[in-house]
């Protein structure tokens, strides 16, 4: 089913349990995978993402060979399924973005960037700051207690 333009992202990410990402060919950054994670929905890839994204299998997300279609099925069935699975890697998943994109890290570096910038050209100038966001708070999945593949 295609469900159309998506206006809502928290509420689209909140009903669903998991995201897949079927990609045989890719070039640049895999940004729905980071995307999905943020929201802390765990996801199902081919390793081709996987690797484009220096993740690991079983540990941030799980992945297979593109060409391993029964492969795949079987990875979205094992996460749908278990509850256990699902936490970790959602968890595994979240922690990562928090490492790989800290916000203090970010501030550091284009401060950094912009000092540099602006030592060069010595006009005395106050530094731009950089603004803090702050993300919304993950709300809960559809409980494993309900649907059809239960185990």
């Known amino acids: ?4 333009p998506a206006v809502n992202l928290p509420t689209l990410y909140d009903s669903h349990r998991l995201v897949v990402a079927p ?30 994204m220096g993740w ?13 279609p029964s492969g795949f099925a079987a990875r979205v069935v ?13 968890e595994a998943a979240m922690a990562r973005l928090r490492r790989d994109n800290d916000r203090s890290s970010y501030i550091q570096k284009i401060q950094a960037l912009l000092s540099a910038h602006h030592s060069s050209d010595d006009t005395g100038a106050e530094k731009p700051a ?6 919304p708070a993950i709300r809960n999945r559809p409980s494993f207690s309900q649907g059809s593949c239960q185990t």
């Open 56 to 68: 690991k299998d079983n540990t941030e997300l799980l992945a297979t060979d593109a060409g391993d």
């Open 1 to 4: 089913m295609l469900a159309g």
């Open 78 to 90: 094992a996460l749908y399924r278990s509850e256990s699975l699902w936490t970790r890697l959602r």
């Open 23 to 52: 990609t045989r060919f890719a070039s640049g950054i895999p940004y729905r995978v980071f995307e999905a994670a943020s929201f802390g929905v765990p996801v199902v890839a081919t390793s081709l993402l996987c690797e484009q």
């Open 130 to 135: 950089i603004a803090s966001a702050s993300r």
